[in-house]
C-alpha cells in the first residue's frame, strides 16, 4: 500500500520540479540582456551568465524523490558547488533552502514558506555586508508577500506574489547609487524575478489556476541601456586597477574559522562564501588573484580556482582612440550575429555591439577553464615556465544548449549569422551546423566560414553588427560579410613559431619552424591556417612592417575599425595604437580598440604575441 504522506510529497515536488524548470528556461532566456544591465558591485557584464550556469544543475533534478532523506540535500549541494560569482552564491543559497525543505512533509504553502524563510537566511549569511537594492531585497519582498498567504494558496497568488516583488526591483534603482547613476535596476533582483515570474506560472497551472500576465515591467527593465559613461568605469576601479573575479572552492574538514574568513573580506573589494557538505564556495572581486592562491593553500585542498576579468577596466583604456564606432549601442535588427570565443572579443565590446559568443576551453596544466576565465597573465606566466597549456572544443550538448536558448528569444522575421571560426583553427562550424540541425532550425541560421580566428574574427564579427544595424536583406547582408572577409586583415607578430608548431596549427609552415625559431615571424590567416607575411629581425621591425602594409592598404579608406591585441606587452600595444592613430588620421569614421588576445589564440602564439586586425567598414 502507498504511504499517503510520501505519496503527497511526491506529488508536490512533481510540482515543484516542473516550476523549477520553467524558472530555469525563463533566466535563460533573457541571460545576455540580464548581462547587458549588470553594473553592481562591479560592472563586469556577468550576471545572466552566472545565474543561468548556476541553475542548470536543476535540469537534471530527480523526477521523483529518493526513499533517502539527504536527497533534496544532495541537489542542493551540486548547485552550491555550481554557483557563479556574487549573484550564483546568493541565489544557489537561496534556492538550497527551498529545495531541502522538500524532504520535509506537509502541505505546499507551508513548505514554500519554511524553504523561502531558510533560503532567504542562508543567503543573508553568505553575504559580509547585506545590502538593500540587491538580489537580497527581493528575497525580503517575496518571502513577506509568501508570509501574508492563507492556506490553501487561493486563486491569483501568482499574480499577487509577482506584484509584490517586482515593486521591489523597481525600488533598487533608488537604493545603490551605481544603480541610480547607470539608470537600471538591480541585475541579480531582476534575474531573481524572472526565475520565480516561470515558477509561478508553472505552478499556478499545475495546481489548475490561470497563469499570471505576463508582465510588461521585466521586458522594460531589460531594454533599459546603462549610462556607463556617465559613471565612467576608469572612476569605478580608481583604486583598484586589474580587479578580477575569482571563484574559490576548496575542500576543508570541520567548519572555516570566521577570523580568516573576516580577514580575508578586509583585503578584497567584494566576497560572498557558502559551505555545502565539506566544501566551501568563495566569490570574490581582487586586484591579486595569486595571493588569494598562496592564501587558500594553506586553509584546505583547492578544488576549484577559476578568475575572470572585469572587462570595463579595457573599456576605459580603449576609448582614448577615436569616437565610437557606428555600430556602437547597437540597435534593432532582423539578424542576430554569433561567434566564439577564438575571436579577440572581449564581453564589454561583444555586449557593444550585440553579439553572442558561445565559449571554447582552454586547459592550463591540470586545470580546465573556459576561454573567458582564463587570467592571461597566468595564462602567459605558466607559458613561460613550461607547463602544457591546450585548447579544448565545447561539449555537443553545451553549443546545443547555446543555440536553443537563442533560439527561443527569436521575433518570427530574425535570423541568426554565425560569423566562424576557421576549421584549421576549432570546431566552431561542425557543432553550430550539428546543433541547429538537432533543433530543426536550419532556415534560421546562416553560417559564414571566415577560415580565421583570433583579431580577424573578431573584425568579421563586429563588420556584420554594424551592418545589421541598417540592412533587412539576407542576400544583402550575405555579400557585405562576404565583401568584409575579402577585405579584412591580421598581421600578428610572434616571437617564436614554436607554440604554432606544437599546436599542430601551422600547416605549410611546419617545414620552416626549424629555421625560423630564431627569428620573429609576422603571421595571418590564409585558407589553410597561419600564413607567413613577413620573418622579421625583432619586434620593432615587425610593427614597422605592419604600420607600412596598413599605410599602404587602407589608407584610402572612409570607415575602419582597428583592433589592436596584447598579452603580455601592454606598453608595446598602446605604443602602437597611437602610431595608427597617426598614420590613419584622414579617415573619416576611425575606431582603434586595444583587446586582449583570445586565450584560445594566445594558446598557439604564445606570450610576448601583438597583433592588428584592420577592416573597411
Not at 547609487?177 to 524575478?193: F, H, I, K, N, S
Not at 580603449?318 to 555600430?327: E, I, K, L, V, W
Not at 577564438?342 to 576551453?361: H, M
Request: glycine share 10%; proline share 5%.
Amino acid at each position: 500500500m502507498t504511504d499517503p504522506m510520501e505519496a503527497g510529497r511526491e506529488a508536490r515536488w512533481s510540482l515543484i520540479r516542473d516550476a523549477l524548470s520553467e524558472g530555469v528556461r525563463s533566466l535563460a532566456s533573457t541571460r545576455e540582456r540580464l548581462d547587458a544591465i549588470n553594473v553592481f558591485p562591479v560592472p563586469d557584464g556577468d550576471t545572466g551568465s552566472n545565474l543561468v550556469d548556476t541553475v542548470r544543475v536543476l535540469e537534471r533534478a530527480p523526477l521523483h524523490p529518493a526513499k533517502d532523506p539527504a536527497w533534496a540535500s544532495e541537489i542542493s549541494q551540486s548547485l552550491l558547488l555550481g554557483s557563479r560569482g556574487n549573484s550564483g552564491i546568493l541565489f544557489a543559497s537561496f534556492l538550497s533552502g527551498i529545495i531541502e525543505a522538500q524532504a520535509d512533509a506537509g502541505d505546499l504553502l507551508p513548505i514554500l514558506k519554511k524553504g523561502v524563510k531558510e533560503g532567504r537566511k542562508r543567503a543573508y549569511e553568505a553575504v559580509a555586508v547585506p545590502l538593500p537594492g540587491t538580489i537580497l531585497t527581493a528575497m525580503d519582498a517575496l518571502e513577506d508577500a509568501l508570509g501574508s498567504l492563507a492556506d490553501p494558496l487561493p486563486g491569483g497568488f501568482a499574480q499577487r506574489l509577482l506584484g509584490s516583488l517586482e515593486a521591489a526591483v523597481d525600488g533598487t534603482t533608488m537604493q545603490l547609487e551605481t544603480l541610480t547613476r547607470a539608470g537600471v535596476v538591480d541585475a541579480g533582483a531582476l534575474g531573481l524575478c524572472i526565475f520565480i515570474d516561470g515558477f509561478l506560472r508553472r505552478l499556478a497551472v499545475g495546481l489548475g489556476q490561470n497563469a499570471p500576465e505576463k508582465s510588461a515591467r521585466i521586458e522594460t527593465w531589460l531594454s533599459r541601456v546603462p549610462r556607463l559613461p556617465a559613471i565612467g568605469a576608469a572612476a569605478l576601479w580608481e583604486e583598484t586597477p586589474g580587479v578580477r573575479c575569482v571563484d574559490l572552492l576548496l575542500r576543508m574538514a570541520g567548519e572555516p574559522d570566521r577570523q580568516w574568513i573576516q580577514a580575508l573580506e578586509q583585503s578584497v573589494t567584494s566576497l560572498e562564501w557558502t559551505r555545502a557538505g565539506e566544501f566551501l564556495k568563495i566569490h570574490l572581486h581582487t586586484a591579486m588573484p595569486d595571493l588569494i592562491r598562496e592564501w587558500a593553500v594553506g586553509k584546505g585542498t583547492i578544488v576549484g580556482f577559476r578568475t575572470s576579468g572585469v572587462e570595463s577596466v579595457l573599456e576605459a583604456r580603449s576609448d582614448r582612440f577615436g569616437p565610437m564606432a557606428p555600430g556602437s549601442g547597437h540597435v534593432r535588427s532582423r539578424f542576430r550575429i554569433i561567434t566564439d570565443s577564438s575571436a579577440s572579443l572581449p564581453l564589454w565590446l561583444a555586449r557593444r555591439e550585440g553579439i553572442r559568443l558561445f565559449c571554447n576551453y582552454v586547459r592550463l596544466g591540470d586545470e580546465l577553464l573556459r576561454d573567458d576565465q582564463v587570467d592571461p597573465s597566468v595564462l602567459y606566466r605558466k607559458m613561460k615556465e613550461g607547463i602544457r597549456c591546450t585548447t579544448a572544443r565545447p561539449s555537443a550538448g553545451e553549443v546545443r544548449r547555446f543555440l536553443e536558448d537563442l533560439a527561443s528569444t527569436l521575433e518570427p522575421d530574425e535570423l541568426l549569422l554565425y560569423i566562424g571560426v576557421g576549421p584549421r583553427y576549432a570546431a566552431g562550424i561542425e557543432l553550430i551546423e550539428g546543433a541547429s540541425r538537432t533543433l530543426g532550425i536550419e532556415d534560421r541560421i546562416h553560417v559564414f566560414d571566415t577560415h580565421a580566428a583570433s583579431g580577424q574574427l573578431a573584425a568579421v564579427a563586429m563588420a556584420a553588427a554594424w551592418k545589421s544595424g541598417t540592412c533587412e536583406d539576407l542576400a544583402e547582408m550575405i555579400r557585405y560579410v562576404e565583401d568584409r572577409m575579402a577585405l579584412v586583415r591580421e598581421y600578428l607578430v610572434l616571437d617564436t613559431l614554436e607554440h604554432l608548431a606544437r599546436g599542430g596549427r601551422i600547416g605549410r609552415l611546419t617545414a620552416l619552424a626549424g629555421g625560423l625559431l630564431s627569428m620573429k615571424p609576422v603571421v595571418g590567416h590564409g585558407e589553410d591556417g597561419p600564413r607567413k607575411l613577413a620573418v622579421v629581425r625583432s619586434r620593432e621591425e615587425g610593427i614597422d612592417f605592419i604600420l607600412d602594409d596598413i599605410r599602404k592598404s587602407f589608407l584610402g579608406c572612409k570607415e575602419l575599425q582597428v583592433l589592436v591585441e596584447e598579452t603580455d606587452s601592454c606598453i608595446i600595444s598602446d605604443s602602437i595604437a597611437e602610431k595608427l592613430k597617426m598614420i590613419l588620421g584622414n579617415v573619416d569614421r576611425l575606431e582603434i580598440l586595444i583587446v586582449p588576445l583570445s586565450a584560445s589564440a594566445g594558446v598557439h602564439m604564445g606570450p610576448g604575441t601583438l597583433g592588428v586586425a584592420i577592416v573597411p567598414l
